[in-house]
């Protein structure tokens, strides 16, 4: 049978890991309540700028829808441009023009871009 003494240190060891791990929930628990609060925070920051950033996207979309029409404007008239002017350069014999064409990749007389020209 275990004596007294026994008894108290075993009771005494048991009573203060039970104090050490309430004190260790206490600071997780704390930790928690933190983290919560950051993030309900960083929530509501992404509220506020959640409007600006649908606004941005919408802005985004038109200038998009722009480039494209652009783009498809470019693509159908852009080369009967350079045609027109590589003819223009033909006739006049404008050595000027011709440079320019060829520089930037326009095969003179063929009425097409160069492969790896800038289009």
């Not at 919560?36 to 700028?49: G, P, S, T």
């Not at 600006?52 to 009967?80: D, I, S, W, Y």
């Amino acid at each position: 049978m275990p004596s007294k003494f026994q008894l108290s240190t075993l009771v005494a060891l048991v009573s203060g890991a039970v104090c050490a791990l309430s004190v260790r929930y206490y600071f997780a628990a704390e930790e928690n309540v933190m983290r919560k609060a950051r993030v309900i925070q960083q929530q509501r920051v992404m509220e506020l700028f959640e409007p600006r950033l649908a606004a941005k996207r919408q802005q985004l979309q038109v200038q998009q829808e722009k480039l494209n029409r652009v783009r498809g404007v470019t693509e159908e008239v852009g080369g009967k441009v350079l045609s027109d002017v590589a003819a223009f350069a033909e006739r006049t014999n404008s050595n000027r023009l011709k440079d320019l064409l060829t520089r930037h990749g326009f095969a003179l007389g063929t009425g097409a871009l160069k492969e790896g020209a800038i289009k």
